[in-house]
């Protein structure tokens, strides 16, 4: 299933009601480096269609504001999104400040893209990106997303809807 396929089925679902007892708060942002915003408009619809409330802080956000925001909307979930290659980069020095701040080291953080330039190969990544404290991540590779947005909906589902 493509995104494409993935969004419509999201959009015929919707209009029997809604798909969640609860709407989240999700705070999507990309990284500092990443001037990319089209994956971030991509992510807010796509959870926007699921019943949930977005803060979108956009491209190009510093370390800093994104932890001063996340103390500021104390949301559900965050959805860290970058395409440009360095997401394994930045992505790495983000966590690493958000897990030494006392107030956000429980924070529910995930993070997905392109995160590197090597295509399937940046899978290489994941493991180091979740033991230094996120808590998934979505690698896309070299081919379409749709794999990556089906495996986070089910995140969703599983780890953020269930959390009471
Ligand atoms: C448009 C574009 C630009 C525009 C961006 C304009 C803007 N303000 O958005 C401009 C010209 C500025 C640009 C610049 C650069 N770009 Co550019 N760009 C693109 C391009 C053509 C399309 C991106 C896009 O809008 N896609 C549409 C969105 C909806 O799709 P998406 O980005 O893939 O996001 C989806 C998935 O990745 C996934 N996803 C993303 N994040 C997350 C997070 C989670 C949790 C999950 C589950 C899923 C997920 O879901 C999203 C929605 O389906 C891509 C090539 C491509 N076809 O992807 C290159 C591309 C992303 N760019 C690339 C590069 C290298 C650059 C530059 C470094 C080029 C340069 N040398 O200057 C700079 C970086 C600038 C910076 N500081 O970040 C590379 C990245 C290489 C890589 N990662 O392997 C790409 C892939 C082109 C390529 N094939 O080489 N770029």
């Known amino acids: 299933m493509t995104s494409v396929e993935i969004f419509e089925d999201l959009g015929r679902r919707d209009a029997f009601g809604p798909l969640v007892s609860r709407a989240r708060k999700f705070l999507v942002s990309s990284v500092p480096s990443d001037s990319h ?18 803060v979108n ?25 970058s395409v440009n290659g360095h997401g394994h ?12 701040d006392p107030g956000l080291a429980r924070l529910n953080v995930v993070i997905g893209g392109k995160l590197g330039v090597e295509g399937e190969a940046n899978s290489q990544f994941e493991q180091e990106l979740l033991e230094l404290g996120f808590d998934a991540v979505f690698h896309v590779g070299a ?14 589902s599983s780890h953020v809807e269930q959390v009471t």
């Open 143 to 156: 081919g379409d997303s749709a794999h990556a947005i089906e495996s986070f909906r089910r995140y969703i």
């Open 89 to 100: 980069i930045d992505g790495a020095r983000l966590i690493t400040a958000l897990r030494a």
């Open 37 to 54: 915003m089209w994956n971030l408009v991509a992510l807010q619809i796509f959870l926007e269609e699921m019943g949930h409330e977005v």
């Open 57 to 81: 802080l956009g491209a190009c956000v510093p370390t800093e504001l994104l932890l001063r925001r996340c103390h500021a909307e104390r949301p559900d979930c965050v959805v860290i999104s």
